[in-house]
T-cell receptor
């Protein structure tokens, strides 16, 4: 148990729809990162939020956006879903965002886009 | 591009056997981490290696960071069914002074009783 929870566990959407995934970090963790893990691959970094501001982004288009709230929860929003967005979406929280800070991953939300 | 390549992609062995999995890159990393991910769960950090040539042991698992900090290996002695899972190596994203990570593709290990 990492103390990081995600909802929902599974989700099915159709192409063109919008989706919101939720993450609840460990209490006191100021940093949350989101990763996309396609089937059979390693996670890919989407973006990171620190104290409610985006402070880093991977190679993902603007239709991937996020929010972080003062209560240590966060959201990943994906607009105009594409078939290739089907993946496991992982959030990871850490106390701070500095080098070497351990990240604690949630169990993920598995998204299927039809 | 900062790629971490893991080999082998898949490994199926009998309980009691030894194995080594590899994580290689053409780039220098300030540190590398190893994670294990089980079905239905997120990755769990096993170890962080920071110094070139460093060796760390975690019970039956031995982790090594290459002298040039471009590669790492994970050796498991006397594998057990509980070692089954996806083993991922990860390093800091290029140009990032924080903890944003780039991952390898993983090695999927199955240990049969």
């Amino acid at each position: 148990e990492t103390g990081v929870t995600q909802s929902p566990t599974h989700l099915i959407k159709t192409r063109g729809q919008q989706v919101t995934l939720r993450c609840s970090s460990q209490s006191g963790h100021n940093t949350v990162s989101w990763y996309q893990q396609a089937l059979g691959q390693g996670p890919q970094f989407i973006f990171q939020y620190y104290r409610e501001e985006e402070n880093g982004r991977g190679n993902f288009p603007p239709r991937f956006s996020g929010l972080q709230f003062p209560n240590y929860s966060s959201e990943l929003n994906v607009n105009a879903l594409e078939l290739d967005d089907s993946a496991l979406y992982l959030c990871a929280s850490s106390l701070e965002q500095g080098f070497g800070e351990t990240q604690y991953f949630g169990p993920g939300t598995r998204l299927l886009v039809l | 591009t900062q790629l971490l390549e893991q080999s082998p992609q898949f490994l199926s062995i009998q309980e009691g056997e030894n194995l080594t999995v590899y994580c290689n890159s053409s780039s220098v990393f300030s540190s590398l981490q190893w994670y294990r991910q089980e079905p239905g769960e997120g990755p769990v950090l096993l170890v962080t290696v920071v110094t070139g040539g460093e060796v760390k042991k975690l019970k039956r698992l031995t982790f090594q960071f290459g002298d040039a900090r471009k590669d790492s290996s994970l050796h498991i002695t006397a594998a057990q069914p509980g070692d089954t899972g996806l083993y991922l190596c990860a390093g800091p994203l290029k140009g990032n002074a924080g903890n944003m990570l780039t991952f390898g593709g993983g090695t999927r290990l199955m240990v049969k009783p």
